[in-house]
């Protein structure tokens, strides 16, 4: 069982453009959320996260903004530079579980054309 | 920034081989470490939670006679694949969590290719 869903395998957009991935959860038990990327034949490299609760944070180029009552959250990459060209993943946890396990979606390639 | 180092990179052994994966924290302590398995373009796909000093937890599914998991410290964890076979070939990651403190740090995966 799915719980959380990256529908989006793919996302091609032009340099300088904004980049905008989205993710949806269905366990409204999740109460914080990351974002990870990820080159191929390396591990993810954690990018941002979000408590659920506040509805946006902001870290230099990178924005990612919740959504709870919708249960989706997106991250907005701006501009997007061709070494943003990797795997996005979606995770969430939630703070009750002591051992702090992630759920990640399926992730999306994005990939910055010149 | 937190530093989660992990060794081999890269394996490639003979079928009925037993292969161990270390997993190390070099500038915290990880109360926990996570061992995931990810297959071509998938997801990752959590295989067990290891607390220093007790079991690990496996996932549904995972047999634990196969992926035998060590947390002696606070700073390593292993993973053995005993008698791997060509179907065990994939991308393992770990991961290791100071408790209480998010983000969970990566290492850089191990690609496990079984003849």
């Known amino acids: 069982d799915q719980q959380v869903k990256q529908n989006s395998p793919s996302l091609s957009v032009q340099e300088g453009r904004i980049s905008i991935l989205n993710c949806d959860y269905t366990n409204s038990m999740f109460d914080y959320f990351l974002w990870y990327k990820k080159y191929p034949a390396e591990g993810p490299t954690f990018l941002i996260s979000i408590s659920s609760i506040k509805d946006k944070n902001e870290d230099g180029r990178f924005t990612v903004f919740l959504n709870k009552s919708a249960k989706h959250l997106s991250l907005h990459i701006v501009p997007s530079q061709p070494g943003d060209s990797a795997v996005y993943f979606c995770a969430a946890s939630k703070t009750t579980d002591s051992w702090g396990k992630l759920q990640f979606g399926a992730g999306t390639q994005v990939v910055v054309t010149p | ?115």
């Not at chain 2, 796909?45 to 290891?50: C, D, E, H, V």
């Not at chain 2, 035998?68 to 990651?93: C, G, K, M, Q």
């Open chain 2, 1 to 115: 920034g937190a530093v989660v180092s992990q060794h081999p990179s890269w394996v490639i052994c003979k079928s009925g081989t037993s292969v161990k994966i270390e997993c190390r924290s070099l500038d915290f302590q990880a109360t926990t470490m996570f061992w995931y398995r990810q297959f071509p373009k998938q997801s990752l796909m959590l295989m067990a939670t290891s607390n220093e000093g007790s079991k690990a937890t496996y996932e549904q599914g995972v047999e634990k006679d196969k992926f035998l998991i060590n947390h002696a410290s606070l700073t390593l964890s292993t993973l053995t694949v005993t008698s791997a076979h060509p179907e065990d070939s994939s991308f393992y990651i770990c991961s290791a969590w100071d408790r209480g403190h998010q983000p969970q740090h990566f290492g850089d995966g191990t690609r496990l290719s079984i003849l």
